[in-house]
């Protein structure tokens, strides 16, 4: 995926929208007013900050060259990643799916309900909301 592509997944997830809080190169992907991504860059030289599970952020960065410790982020929880194309579309795609998960689950109960009764627990988690 490239840079325009992977824009385009980030803000196709709901709700998400798109902020330059630092400077105009640093696109911040948020869902409410919190974080889930950053991409920066260009076509030819991009990267994205995205939100991981500490240790699963150990082993992406062991299995891919172009997943480091995230850039100016907390580095246990973020990893950065190159848009160099060595990092398979799906991949990126499941990534990008896991920081705005794990972005969704910390939000206050009063904040995760509303989004979940707007847009459906499938359409932010990726699941199937339980019978009942």
Known sequence: MNYQQVRAYLLGKPEA?????????VAVMKIGEKMFATLSGDEKNASMNLKCDPHEA???RDIFPAIRPG???NKRHWNTVDLD???????LQRM?????R????????QQ????????????????TP???
């Not at 929208?17 to 190169?25: A, S, T, Y």
């Open 17 to 25: 929208w798109e902020d330059f809080p630092f400077r105009l190169q």
């Open 102 to 109: 794990l972005v969704i689950k910390g939000m206050p109960r």
């Open 85 to 91: 194309g060595s990092v398979p579309a799906g991949e």
């Open 96 to 100: 990008i799916d896991n920081s705005y």
């Open 58 to 60: 150990l082993i992406l």
């Open 112 to 127: 995760r309900q509303a989004l979940e009764l707007r847009n459906g627990r499938e359409a932010l988690y990726g699941e």
């Open 71 to 73: 850039y100016h982020m």
């Open 130 to 132: 339980p019978d009942g």
